[in-house]
C-alpha cells in the first residue's frame, strides 16, 4: 500500500520557521521526484517546490525563494520543506507529492497557519 504521511505543520507567528516532513512507503521512494504543493481557500492548489530522486536538481517558486528549503533524506524516504520568513499569505495546506513517470501519490496534507 502506498502512502505519504506529512508533518510538521502548525500555527507560527509571521518571521517564523517550520520544518514539515513528508515520509513514504509502498514504493520505491529514491526513484521519485518529490514535490511540495499548498493550497489555501478558494484558491488553486499551486507547486512550491521539488526535487529530484538523486536530489541534484531542485525548484522553487519564486514566491518562495530565499526563505523556503526543500530538501530529501532517500534512506529516510522522507522529503523536507524547510520554512522561514513565514509570511501570512504562506498559509494553507501543505501536500507532498512523488512522482515517476506515469506514477504519482499524494499525501493527506499538513496545514500551516502563519498568523499573530
Known amino acids: 500500500q502506498v502512502r505519504l504521511v506529512e508533518s510538521g505543520g502548525g500555527l507560527v507567528q509571521p518571521g517564523g520557521s517550520l520544518r514539515l516532513s513528508c515520509t513514504g512507503s509502498?514504493?520505491?521512494?529514491?526513484?521519485?521526484?518529490m514535490s511540495w504543493y499548498r493550497q489555501a481557500p478558494g484558491k488553486e492548489r499551486e507547486l512550491v517546490a521539488d526535487?529530484?530522486?538523486?536530489?541534484?536538481?531542485?525548484a522553487y517558486v519564486d514566491s518562495v525563494k530565499g526563505r523556503f528549503t526543500i530538501s530529501r533524506d532517500n534512506a529516510k524516504n522522507t522529503v523536507y520543506l524547510q520554512m522561514n520568513s513565514l509570511k501570512p499569505e504562506d498559509t494553507a495546506m501543505y501536500y507532498c507529492?512523488?512522482?515517476?513517470?506515469?506514477?504519482?501519490?499524494w499525501g493527506q496534507g499538513t496545514q500551516v497557519t502563519v498568523s499573530s
Open positions: 509502498g514504493f520505491i521512494f529514491s526513484t521519485y521526484a
Open positions: 526535487i529530484s530522486s538523486s536530489g541534484s536538481s531542485i
Open positions: 507529492k512523488g512522482k515517476r513517470l506515469l506514477a504519482s501519490y
